[in-house]
């Protein structure tokens, strides 16, 4: 299988994709759909859906650090003040 994008091998696309949270069927599919023809619209949907999956992830990882940030500021403190 060949898919034509400027600038990355087929095998960094797939890891790119995997590493953005793509299942293996999910990469098998975009590249399947997107393989033999000028798709460049549907690409872009699914990399924009997958971008966007990826972003909520980071934004609750990020929740649950500021919460641990707020934890330890408040046990140092309250250690300090006693």
Same mark, same amino acid.
Do not use: Y
């Given at each position: ?7 990355? @091998? ?6 790119? $994709?995997? +590493? %953005?949270?793509? @299942?293996?069927? =999910?990469?098998? +599919?975009?590249?399947? /759909?997107?393989? *033999? +023809? *000028? &798709? ?7 990399? /924009?859906?997958? /971008?966007?999956?990826? $972003?909520? %992830? ?9 919460? $641990?940030? *707020?934890?330890?500021? &408040?046990? =140092?403190? =309250? /250690? +300090? %003040?006693?």
């Amino acid at each position: 299988m060949k898919v034509t994008i400027p600038g990355i @091998t087929d095998r960094e696309l797939a890891e790119l $994709l995997k +590493s %953005s949270g793509m @299942t293996d069927d =999910e990469i098998k +599919s975009f590249i399947i /759909r997107c393989e *033999n +023809s *000028n &798709c460049c619209a549907e690409k872009v949907r699914i990399l /924009r859906k997958t /971008r966007k999956a990826l $972003l909520d %992830s980071i934004h609750k990882k990020q929740a649950v650090l500021d919460k $641990l940030d *707020n934890l330890i500021w &408040c046990m =140092e403190h =309250e /250690r +300090s %003040s006693v």
